[in-house]
């Protein structure tokens, strides 16, 4: 497919230079549905991108279009801050009922406001009151947002540079086979911990990604997440979870906790949770840590009802039972024998991943941007991840056919291919 680069005039005139994801796509996309997007020009284009995670269940799910187009037809209440609404109603007990309870999760749902970091920020917040301590611990290459307390436990260099001020009060630790396994899980943590020359503050909590996703899709054991758990319990810290990226089924399960067996303290949900693409962020919480007073957190865009109507819709059409974490989990070992055929191809790189969330790393690191450029070309939508940028990150909807993930398999395997 040849694509010319559109005259982007107004954008460029008017909108900051801060836009990202249009430099490495230099398309106006105009209409999406499913799997695909398709811009002004007619090209269509295969979407393994899916909004960053946040469209699990593809462009424009018919489904949840219909139950969103049924709610604004009838007129129901779109800004509502945190006042009891129909549609809030509706979703906390879609979510109790197919979430929580068959989990036997005993979380309060907070609200916290329309992204992800405002999630992040909530959690923190929390764990420092329930606490009284000011250290958050998180670990190498974490990424959880881009407000000031998401950035002081985000680990990219060139992000944190960006706040302009000192980032303080948090300590970055190890990530799981950080140092190639060469070094015990937890030794240098639970020494500082313990040592009181060490001049680590007693922390708060712990933050951690199960699935670091722009870190460069690291993957931690569930042996490595047990532990740390453990290590929280002994040391009176609180365990939270940035599931924010890898829930909602990106991992195969509704959570990616789930395969360690551990049960949180604090859960951070965004993206995907409304289904439909639309903002919506969840702070979850054990009972005994919901120690706010009335209005000590609070925002105007955190009552997303068109939201809630898509969210339940969602958790109802597909969490009802068992099939979207089995249909994920095949769709994953598709793409992972894909990408094993282009490793043994292509020597320098190296795949990893879990359920429909992978990574496909370039020794030689610029050779990921050169691919994606040239997946652009070819109508597959990818991008790059990792601190030097040098993985290509693969998150193809969950709803995505067994014939589009191989052809956008294929496309990749081609880019690849092409850019050697």
């Not at 209409?31 to 593809?58: I, V």
């Not at 906790?257 to 439909?276: A, H, L, N, R």
């Not at 009802?305 to 070992?333: C, I």
Request: glycine share 10%; net charge negative.
């Amino acid at each position: 497919m040849t694509i010319t680069p559109p005259a982007l005039s107004v954008f460029e005139a008017l909108e900051s230079e801060v836009r990202s994801y249009c430099r490495g796509w230099p398309a106006v996309f105009d209409r999406a549905q499913g799997s695909h997007m398709f811009d002004e020009d007619g090209h269509t284009y295969l979407d393994f991108f899916a909004g960053a995670g946040s469209l699990n269940y593809g462009h424009n799910n018919p489904v949840l279009k219909r139950a969103l187009i049924d709610y604004i037809e009838r007129d129901g209440v779109t800004h509502g801050l945190d006042m009891s609404t129909t549609a809030k109603r509706a979703f906390l007990e879609s979510f109790q009922n197919n979430i929580l309870r068959p989990r036997d999760l005993p979380y309060k749902v907070m609200f916290p406001g329309p992204t992800g970091t405002n999630a992040v920020e909530a959690a923190l917040k929390l764990a420092r009151k329930v606490k009284g301590r000011e250290s958050i611990v998180s670990f190498t290459n974490a990424f959880h947002g881009m407000s000031l307390g998401s950035l002081a436990v985000t680990g990219n260099a060139f992000k944190r540079a960006g706040a302009g001020i000192p980032l303080v009060h948090g300590t970055p630790m190890p990530f799981d086979n950080y140092f190639d396994g060469t070094i015990p899980d937890f030794l240098w943590f639970e020494r500082l911990l313990e040592d009181q020359g060490s001049g680590l503050n007693q922390p708060a909590a712990v933050i951690v990604e199960t699935v670091q996703g722009e870190g460069g899709i690291n993957v931690a054991r569930p042996e490595w997440l047990r532990a740390l758990a453990e290590l929280c319990e002994r040391q009176d810290m609180l365990l939270i979870v940035d599931d924010i990226q890898m829930g909602c089924g990106r991992t195969g399960a509704f959570f990616s906790f789930e395969e360690s067996g551990i049960t949180p303290d604090i859960v951070t949900v965004s993206k995907s949770i409304s289904g439909y693409g639309m903002p919506m962020s969840l702070a979850l919480f054990k009972p005994e840590l919901d120690v706010w007073e009335p209005g000590e957190h609070n925002g105007t865009f955190r009552g997303n009802n068109p939201a809630f109507v898509t969210a339940a819709a969602t958790l109802d059409t597909y969490w009802a039972d068992s099939q979207m974490e089995k249909q994920t989990l095949a769709r994953g070992e598709q793409v992972e024998q894909a990408l094993r055929a282009i490793c043994e191809e292509q020597s320098g790189t190296h795949f990893r991943g879990r359920g429909l969330v992978w990574g496909l790393e370039f020794e030689d690191k610029p050779r990921a941007s050169a691919v994606c450029r040239r997946a652009f070309e070819l109508g597959l939508l990818v991008e790059t991840s990792g601190p030097e940028s040098e993985v290509v990150k693969l998150l193809p909807a969950l709803t995505i056919s067994p014939d589009d993930l191989d052809e956008g398999l294929r496309t990749l395997a081609r880019a690849v291919r092409e850019t050697a």
